[in-house]
């Protein structure tokens, strides 16, 4: 059902990937996106930018931080009037924010809170904070009328996205599902590929990418690329 929603997105700073990383022989300075989700029933945050890490992560990605309050405020709100956040998934630079939304919802899949609380998975005081309070899904689920958190698991195995089904369009905050629109726009046509009947050898997609095609996506955003996915029709 699609209702009167609308997303803002939040520049939370960047980190610089080392080139041991990004399959090339460079670095790549990575952005860091939240999204503010404005639904009749209150705001939805969905990522909350990067956490104060440990020496070693620190000086391995050389992170830059924008403040979450400076982010909100720029955009109409503050930590006081968030009622759920929502973390694709716990690595340090998804839910660096959490802890100044103690007392708050934090919807996470249930795989995703077990893997960041058997250690050396993240920043554990960005989980298990005073005042952390976390709702565990175990799969797919519809939180808000309009709003449906979908698993996408690939980057961690608890991954998952957040679907908008908003007047006119269907917008999916894929998180870190795909490191980049190109990645994601790859795979989509992979698919289409595949369902055409096109022969081996074809890539190989994610099997939730079928589930995602049945909400039919208009916009796809990312929290690591300012670009946006687009059915080719939609230009």
């Not at 059902?1 to 610089?16: C, E, H, K, Q, S």
């Not at 022989?25 to 705001?43: C, D, K, S, T, W």
Request: net charge negative; charged share 20%.
């Amino acid at each position: 059902m699609a209702t009167n929603i609308a997303v803002r997105r939040l520049d939370l700073g960047y980190f610089v990937r080392p080139a041991s990383e990004t399959s090339g022989p460079q670095p790549r300075v990575e952005p860091v996106y939240a999204y503010l989700v404005r639904h009749e029933r209150g705001l939805i945050l969905f990522d909350t930018g990067i956490g104060a890490a440990d020496p070693a992560t620190e000086a391995h990605y050389r992170p830059r931080r924008r403040a979450l309050p400076d982010a909100l405020a720029a955009a109409g709100a503050g930590p006081g009037d968030i009622r759920l956040v929502v973390n694709c998934h716990l690595h340090f630079d998804h839910c660096g924010g959490n802890p100044l939304l103690a007392g708050r919802p934090v919807l996470v899949q249930a795989a995703e809170l077990a893997e960041a609380r058997r250690g050396g998975y993240t920043i554990d005081a960005l989980v298990d904070f005073p005042g952390a309070v976390h709702e565990e899904l175990t799969g797919e689920a519809e939180v808000w009328p309009g709003v449906r958190i979908l698993p996408t698991p690939g980057h961690t195995r608890g991954h998952q996205s957040l679907v908008l089904s908003r007047e006119g369009t269907t917008v999916v905050l894929a998180g870190q599902a795909y490191d980049s629109a190109s990645l994601f726009a790859a795979d989509h046509l992979a698919r289409r590929a595949a369902l055409d009947g096109v022969e081996p050898p074809l890539p190989s997609c994610p099997p939730w990418l079928d589930r995602l095609a049945e909400l039919d996506p208009g916009r796809v955003v990312f929290a690591h690329d300012a670009a946006v996915w687009e059915p080719a029709d939609a230009v």
